[in-house]
């Protein structure tokens, strides 16, 4: 289903896909349980929300709410990847800590934790002490580690080129957005970045957010807002003085890009 599009984890791109017809998300009203699949009420859910349904029916909703917190009641599936000793699927309650379920997995020198997946938030060490639930810190599940050798940056920029091929381009805002925030972050990660970029990165991203059709959009930006927020450091350390100028164009990397599109080097002639 979905033919593996990331878009299609949105359930009215789904639903189209399941027609026949491309992912790409619906407008809504009408909602899926009123007009869905073939325009009849439909019900759409993963997996884990049926499997602890029938945990509620048979144990009863007093049980299932004996785990977790006040506002985020019973256990969550947690799939932890990424530089731990323990990685795997946990099912733990709401409420644990960033810095628990670090302790629990082996990912105590972590320098950041991806919590959500590509669209969630980076947490950085000094906000371990953060609890996962939907009133603090919410998560599908995902949950990414991040040792000190890694480059959050470039693995920010991963994530950017992942919304990029992602997007159904349905909508401007995400379809030229997300290729524009890319585009300025590999700026600033390639050392030609000025403060400027930073602000507008801010302001693109928040657009965005603001604008696009569905979650995807309304998501990508995600990466890129929460290290600014979190992680500025590592942005204004690749910076460079501006003088005035905005160095946009890099001669070096247009060369490369023209090497391979003509397949072979270039020539170049002294007077």
């Given at each position: 289903l979905?033919?593996?599009?990331?878009?299609c984890?949105?359930?009215?791109?789904l639903?189209?896909?399941?027609?026949?017809?491309?992912?790409?998300?619906?407008?809504?009203?009408?909602f899926?349980?009123?007009?869905?699949?073939?325009?009849?009420?439909t019900v759409v859910?993963?997996v884990?929300?049926f499997?602890?349904v029938?945990?509620?029916?048979?144990?009863?909703?007093?049980?299932?709410?004996?785990?977790?917190?006040?506002?985020?009641?019973?256990?969550k599936?947690?799939?932890?990847?990424?530089d731990c000793?323990?990685?795997?699927?946990?099912?733990?309650?709401?409420?644990l800590?960033?810095?628990?379920?670090m302790a629990?997995?082996?990912?105590?020198?972590?320098?950041?934790?991806?919590?959500?997946?590509?669209?969630?938030?980076?947490v950085?060490?000094?906000?371990?002490?953060?609890?996962?639930?939907?009133?603090?810190?919410?998560t599908?599940?995902?949950v990414?580690?991040?040792?000190?050798?890694?480059?959050?940056?470039e693995?920010?920029?991963?994530?950017?080129?992942?919304f990029?091929?992602?997007?159904?381009?349905?909508?401007?805002?995400?379809?030229?957005g997300?290729?524009?925030?890319?585009?300025?972050?590999d700026?600033i990660?390639?050392?030609?970045g000025?403060?400027e970029?930073?602000?507008?990165l801010?302001?693109?991203?928040?657009t965005v957010?603001?604008?696009?059709?569905?979650?995807?959009?309304?998501?990508?930006p995600n990466?890129?807002?929460?290290?600014?927020?979190s992680?500025?450091?590592?942005?204004e350390?690749?910076?460079?003085?501006?003088?005035g100028?905005?160095?946009?164009?890099?001669?070096?990397?247009?060369?490369?890009?023209?090497?391979?599109?003509?397949?072979?080097?270039?020539v170049?002639?002294?007077?």
């Amino acid at each position: 289903l979905g033919a593996g599009a990331y878009v299609c984890g949105e359930e009215s791109a789904l639903i189209s896909s399941c027609e026949g017809g491309r992912g790409v998300p619906k407008d809504r009203p009408p909602f899926p349980v009123e007009r869905g699949y073939l325009g009849l009420p439909t019900v759409v859910n993963n997996v884990e929300t049926f499997a602890t349904v029938a945990r509620i029916l048979e144990k009863g909703a007093g049980w299932f709410a004996s785990f977790g917190t006040r506002d985020s009641t019973g256990t969550k599936l947690f799939s932890v990847s990424g530089d731990c000793a323990k990685p795997g699927i946990y099912e733990l309650p709401y409420g644990l800590t960033v810095r628990e379920l670090m302790a629990l997995v082996g990912g105590e020198g972590a320098q950041a934790v991806l919590v959500g997946g590509p669209s969630g938030s980076f947490v950085k060490p000094e906000d371990f002490d953060r609890k996962i639930g939907y009133e603090a810190l919410a998560t599908g599940g995902s949950v990414m580690v991040f040792g000190p050798r890694r480059d959050l940056l470039e693995v920010v920029s991963g994530f950017m080129r992942f919304f990029v091929d992602e997007s159904c381009g349905h909508c401007v805002p995400c379809r030229v957005g997300n290729v524009l925030i890319k585009e300025r972050l590999d700026k600033i990660r390639a050392g030609h970045g000025v403060a400027e970029d930073l602000g507008y990165l801010e302001e693109l991203c928040a657009t965005v957010k603001r604008m696009s059709r569905c979650g995807l959009g309304q998501t990508s930006p995600n990466p890129v807002v929460t290290t600014l927020a979190s992680f500025r450091g590592l942005y204004e350390r690749r910076l460079t003085e501006s003088n005035g100028l905005q160095p946009d164009f890099d001669l070096n990397a247009a060369l490369q890009a023209a090497v391979k599109a003509q397949g072979r080097a270039p020539v170049f002639h002294e007077d």
